[in-house]
């Protein structure tokens, strides 16, 4: 099997050996730390506009790095996950909605994730936190290239309520794969996350290291820690993001106690836009239109941040087109391997973007999925929505309309909260748009599988963690 993984993986993937193998013929490899918080609106921190949340920490790492200002992921959790670790669009690796516990669905093992590459480039890989790929042994992190994990298999609003008839299981704390709390005690999981985190870093700071921190905040059920609870200016949605800052600086405190700074790249960003339906437990799109499960710009634009000391330029921000795909190319080569063109990845390198050596986006193109269905793309300025953008639980009609739609065009560089329709003043970029979307549905498919589309993991016959790990709940 080992042999076979292989094979495989150098038919997709060519490391540059002598990098890997022999790390004092030239500077230490990078460690890097991507830090994913869940539902944090565009206007949700300082750094991006925020009057209501206080989030020092997250503004000194904004001053000493670069603010990514169209830096997009998917309308929610699994696909945006999914499209993190695999660098391609989730719907290519058939994940393109949201699972739930006990799925037969999740991450295919023929897939090579972020931390498969990186592990096989020699680094330490570990994740801590929310995953939502599958929860399922065979889906979970540690048979993905991560060497640990500690955190939620799924989003922590998915457990039994108790209630007769309810069989769902509690919401599960896991280490590894054994199940280690349940029902988990959710106020002291941001700190359990920090502590793991930085317990991490600390062990491997002799050694290249991935450390992937997915937080289960700002999700409801809204759970702030206790040192928190009640401190912030914008009720228990403001203590909990305010937590989330308070991570964030352990996470970069510690890189600078251990003198790690000047080797480690530092990711922090968000997975979909604010639950908005959800009114004073959700956050906020600033300037955006739309929140969480549409693809108007607030539910797929993130607030992001990049840092590395002397490498990413201080103080600085970037608009060209980025997107949570690109971790996965970018990573990798600077890890020093590189990404072949014998399985496709959507992702590009933005190395060039993030050093302030290129202000042109890598990607002439960007699609805006929403399940199977594409739903918009951007390129440059210009954005094409196709069909009816519907944001769940705050527009009035729940389903897309039956009735024609003319698709709309809006300049997002005049018009960020994409207000104004100007197809008709530009037929030329209208059609061009077009035919960007013509090609993407020959290669995916208009609403079912293209012949650009990969199978997921599939398991028979899934039972909850739980019973797996033999413990008993009602």
């Known amino acids: 099997m080992k042999i076979t993984w292989l094979a495989l993986l150098a038919l997709v993937f060519c490391p540059v050996a002598s990098q ?89 093992s023929s897939e090579r994730t972020v931390a498969d590459l990186l592990k096989y480039q020699g680094y330490a890989t570990m994740c801590v936190g929310k995953w939502h790929l599958g929860d399922q042994p065979e889906f979970l992190p540690t048979s993905h290239g991560f060497d640990h994990y500690l955190g939620l298999p799924y989003s922590n609003d998915m457990g039994g309520s108790g209630k007769q008839g309810d069989r769902r299981p509690p919401v599960p704390l896991l280490r590894d794969r054994r199940v280690v709390e349940a ?115 607030g539910g797929v634009r993130e607030p992001t941040i990049a840092r590395w000391p002397a490498k ?6 970037c608009d060209a087109m980025m997107s949570e795909m690109d971790v996965l190319p970018t990573l990798v080569k600077l890890a020093g391997g590189a990404v072949l063109s014998e399985r496709t990845i959507d992702g590009k390198d933005i190395w060039p973007l993030l050093s302030g050596e290129s202000r042109q986006s890598p990607h002439e193109a960007l699609f805006y999925f929403k399940g199977d269905r594409l739903e918009a793309v951007r390129s440059g300025a210009w954005k094409l929505a196709i069909v009816e953008q519907i944001e769940n639980g705050v527009d009035k009609e729940k389903k897309p309309s039956t009735k024609p739609f003319t698709p709309k065009l809006f300049n997002l560089d005049a018009d960020i909260g994409e207000t104004t329709d100007v197809a008709a003043q530009h037929p030329d970029v209208v059609k061009q748009l077009r035919d960007y979307i013509r090609q993407m549905n020959g290669d995916l498919g208009v609403t079912g599988r293209g012949p650009g589309v990969r199978p997921s993991g599939v398991v028979d016959q899934p039972q909850p963690l739980l019973l797996r790990n033999a413990m008993e709940y009602d």
């Open 20 to 108: 890997a193998a022999d790390t004092a013929a030239g500077p230490p490899r990078p460690n890097f730390v991507v830090i994913l918080v869940d539902d944090m609106g565009y206007g949700d921190i300082g750094p991006f506009g925020s009057k209501l949340n206080r989030t020092p920490c997250l503004d000194r790492m904004a001053a000493e790095g670069m603010r990514l200002t169209s830096f997009y992921t998917a309308p929610v959790c699994t696909p945006s996950r999914a499209q993190m670790m695999t660098g391609c669009y989730a719907k290519r690796v058939s994940l393109p909605n949201v699972l739930g516990p006990v799925s037969r669905i999740g991450i295919s």
């Open 183 to 297: 029902p988990v005690q959710q106020d002291k999981l941001v700190e359990r996350y920090t502590e793991e985190a930085v317990k991490f870093i600390m062990a491997n700071k002799d050694h290249p290291f991935f450390l992937y921190l997915p937080h289960t905040a700002v999700h409801v059920p809204i759970h702030p820690g206790k040192a928190f609870q009640g401190k912030s200016a914008n009720g228990r949605y403001g203590d909990w993001v305010e937590e989330v800052d308070w991570s964030t600086g352990r996470v970069l405190d510690t890189l600078r106690k251990l003198k790690l700074d000047a080797r480690t790249l530092v990711l922090f960003t968000s997975d979909n836009g604010p639950w908005r339906s959800k009114g004073k437990d959700g956050g906020v799109a600033g300037p955006l239109r739309g929140g969480k499960t549409s693809t108007w710009e």
């Open 312 to 317: 990413i330029p201080a103080g600085t921000a």
